[in-house]
């Protein structure tokens, strides 16, 4: 009886331990975390379905160790597609035909953010989060291809915020008609790679266009000197014509003042003629002449003689 007694105890202390170390193992394996920043799918591997119907948000989890947690990024995320001009052909760049058939290749990126009403359906059409990434990026690729169409390349050097709108707008709208599941929030068109001999003929181009800046604005700046000189030989000139004008109407003025005055004093000779005449009475015109001087003389000087003794 203490045999039988002995030999369960041994079991039950090997089925204990076997008990504690299976929860040793399976504990730790059987615990999920979401992340602040992810939504997640609970699938079953085995049974092949959908866990839970809930998608779970942050938080820890105990599943068990069948269950499989799909994760998708719900902050902003990020699409490179990467360009490097004459590089080597990679998965994710994007070349494009402009309106005049011009081959580039585009440096850009898109910014999306999932929606979680959509989560699901993500899942049950592309399973993990790159499957559905790359897929969204061939979205992208194929509207800036689309838009790249509708410019010149040397649009891209003097448009490029006007191209970044465009494959924008039509971006936002392929992800709604698309079923992206996803809203695109940002594109970026990081750099344009034009073929090098184009890079080169625009280059020549620009030194021209700098050139004939260059030249048209020493050409205004003459024209400009030219007119200041013409204002100032004009203001110079108006400023001559009034000091002329002030001179010509002094003159005037002292004319005028001078010849009054020569008049006055004729009048006053000629009252001193008919004075001396009437007062000498008939007496000759030459002795008439000979008083008259004498008398003018007399009224010219301050301290005149009258006789001298």
């Known amino acids: 009886m203490a045999e039988v007694t002995k030999v369960v105890g041994i079991l039950v202390g090997v089925i204990a331990g076997v ?29 092949r379905k959908i866990a839970n119907p809930e998608v ?16 998708y990024k719900r902050t902003l995320q990020t699409l490179n597609l990467f360009g490097q001009y004459p590089g080597k052909w990679e998965k994710d760049d994007v070349w494009c035909l402009t ?13 999306y953010q999932i929606q979680k009403e959509s989560v699901f359906d993500i899942f049950k059409n592309w399973g993990q989060e790159a499957n559905w990434k790359k897929y969204l990026m061939s979205l992208l690729s194929r509207v800036a291809i689309d838009v790249c169409s509708n410019y010149t390349g040397e649009d891209f050097y003097f448009y ?10 039509q971006g936002k709208l392929s992800f709604a008609e698309s079923s992206a599941y996803a809203t695109l929030e ?7 790679y034009h073929p090098p001999l184009y890079t080169a003929a625009n280059r020549d181009k620009q030194a021209v266009d700098q050139e004939k800046d260059r030249l048209l604005a020493e050409r205004n700046q003459k024209l400009t000197d030219i007119e200041t000189k013409r204002l100032e030989a004009i203001a110079d000139a108006q400023i001559a014509l ?12 002292f004319a ?26 008939n007496i000759s015109n030459a002795e008439l002449l000979d008083q008259y001087v004498r008398y003018i003389s007399l009224v010219d000087q301050k301290s005149p003689v009258i006789a001298v003794n």
């Open 19 to 47: 008990l504690i170390l299976l929860m040793v193992i399976l504990i730790p394996v059987s615990i999920r975390d979401v992340d602040a920043t992810e939504f997640a799918v609970e699938y079953l591997e085995v049974e």
């Open 56 to 71: 779970l948000t942050e938080g820890r989890y105990i599943r068990a160790p069948s269950t499989v947690l799909y994760k």
């Open 99 to 111: 309106s005049e058939g011009l081959n580039m290749e585009l440096d850009l990126i898109g910014q």
């Open 160 to 169: 490029r915020g006007q191209i970044e709108k465009a494959i924008l707008d």
């Open 186 to 192: 940002l594109v970026q068109l990081r750099n344009v």
């Open 242 to 253: 009034t000091r002329a004008r002030g001179v010509e109407q002094a003159t005037l003025v």
């Open 256 to 281: 005028n003042i001078t010849s009054q005055a020569e008049i006055q004093k004729w009048k006053q000779r000629a009252a001193a003629l008919v004075a001396v005449k009437q007062e000498l009475g």
